[in-house]
């Protein structure tokens, strides 16, 4: 497993090397999940683990839409059958990397509600999410990934960037304006103290408002 440190500066020049690493933890995750788990409580309040699988991939579809110049909120989170979650997750990821390994890609601009610059900077945004929901769906079925701690570190640097230290209801509040939502959608809560020499997954998902002490089958109220 590679180290790194939270002070690291990742290069987001080429942000796609890190990108199939976050794929092939999420791939291990997603094939451990056993069919008698997929209507267990996860850490995403109001989602089960079916729901969850389902949102996971379509975050990849978001990415792959985003990377080809499409809306990437016009995916919508197909429904999958039971057996084919491991499928539908590889065929995403296959489709996520084929559209960003076009070099000129990372250059172009791009914009998001809660991030602007290159296509580089944003899609190293979405490492959090992944890495996180990934997380949620280990600790709901009782997995334990060997994480990347280079992927990790990296995903949490662009959390940090993306979620303020606090009051983070004011950014959700602008995001839900723009993309035109009434009700206030709240996917991360507020970060959770945690100690400073605790491993790089444990420091990510207290950051993005989760417990990193959490036992399988309890639920987060966000």
Not at 107 to 120: T, Y
């Amino acid at each position: 497993m590679s180290t790194a440190t939270d002070s690291a500066t990742h290069d987001v020049d080429d942000p796609r090397p890190l990108l199939d690493r976050v794929l092939a933890v999420g791939g291990v995750v997603v094939a451990g999940v056993r069919p008698e788990q997929l209507t267990d409580p996860t850490p995403c309040t109001g989602m089960d683990v079916r729901a969850l699988l389902a949102h996971l991939i379509g975050a990849l579809d978001r990415i792959a839409a985003l990377g080809s110049g499409r809306d990437p909120f016009s995916v919508t989170e197909a429904p999958v059958e039971d057996d084919r979650w491991s499928h539908a997750w590889r065929q995403s990821a296959r489709r996520a990397a084929a559209v960003w390994s076009h070099d000129a890609v990372l250059e172009q601009p791009m914009a998001l509600p809660w991030i602007e610059g290159s296509g580089a900077e944003v899609l190293a945004s979405y490492f959090s999410e992944v890495t996180v929901h990934t997380w949620d769906l280990a600790t709901a079925t009782g997995q334990q990934p060997e994480w990347d701690d280079t992927v990790v570190a990296a995903a949490l640097q662009g959390a940090r960037r993306i979620l303020p230290a606090e009051n983070r209801r004011a950014l959700y509040e602008q995001i839900s304006a723009a993309r035109g939502f009434d009700e206030v959608a709240v996917p991360f809560a507020e970060a959770v103290p945690i100690d400073g020499d605790a491993r790089a997954i444990e420091r990510l998902v207290a950051w993005c408002g989760r417990d990193p002490g959490r036992r399988s089958g309890a639920v987060i109220d966000h």
